[in-house]
């Protein structure tokens, strides 16, 4: 019985300490609910996520849908794929987007792969790796303007991490399935405590 009520007595401790926190993480999240896809760029980012076997999942056909409409009415714009074959998938989450894009008319000549990453900051690492041999020119001699499609929840760490690596970075967010919100966010909150933890081993 004594054990029991110290347990309890720890959970509602914890609850009263953390809960404050995930409110804040909550309205960081909300604040890049924005887009700004009207903003000249330079390229799109695509960050990978999920698919099972060859086929992309809710999340990211969201981000493919969201970034096949703006790849569309701004053709002169080329879009990076990202994501590295993890567990379950066949083949490399950034082939998964491309051939989705392809399918929607999207020239395979505007896409360029990055399919080694195996996070968000390996995303945008490895995209700027890209961009620079692309360009033939790093992001500190000129600062490169992405606009990232990712999901609403997905878009405040996104941001910041490409920020921090030089880019000048905006958002366009896609939809969020219903059913993943709740871990969604969940998940979201526990990444951006761990991307300002380690914030300054990214570079």
């Known amino acids: 019985m004594y054990k029991k009520k110290i347990i309890l007595k720890i959970s509602v401790f914890l609850i009263f300490l953390f809960f404050p ?29 999920r698919i099972y076997k060859e086929k992309p999942l809710k ?15 701004n053709k002169n714009i080329k879009v990076i794929v990202t994501g590295g074959q993890g567990k379950n998938e066949d083949i490399s989450e950034a082939e998964a987007i491309k051939r989705e894009l392809i ?21 945008f690492k490895y995209a700027l790796s890209k961009i620079e041999k692309e360009e033939n020119v790093t992001n500190s001699e000129r600062k490169i303007r992405i606009l990232i499609v990712t999901n609403n929840y997905h878009l405040y760490r996104s941001k910041k991490i490409a920020e921090l690596l030089g880019f000048e970075a905006y958002g366009l967010p896609a939809k969020t399935p219903l059913r993943a919100i709740p871990y969604s966010h969940i998940r979201e909150s526990l990444s951006i405590i761990k991307f300002y933890l380690l914030k300054g081993k990214i570079l």
């Open 59 to 73: 999340s990211l056909s969201e981000r493919i849908r969201s970034a096949t409409e703006y790849l569309r009415e």
């Open 103 to 123: 399918k929607n008319n999207i020239s395979a000549e505007r896409i360029i792969v990055e399919d080694k990453s195996r996070n968000t900051v390996e995303n």
């Open 21 to 49: 926190l995930f409110i804040l993480l909550q309205i960081l999240i909300i604040s890049e609910f924005k887009d700004e896809s009207e903003r000249e760029v330079d390229y799109v980012i695509i960050p990978g996520a």
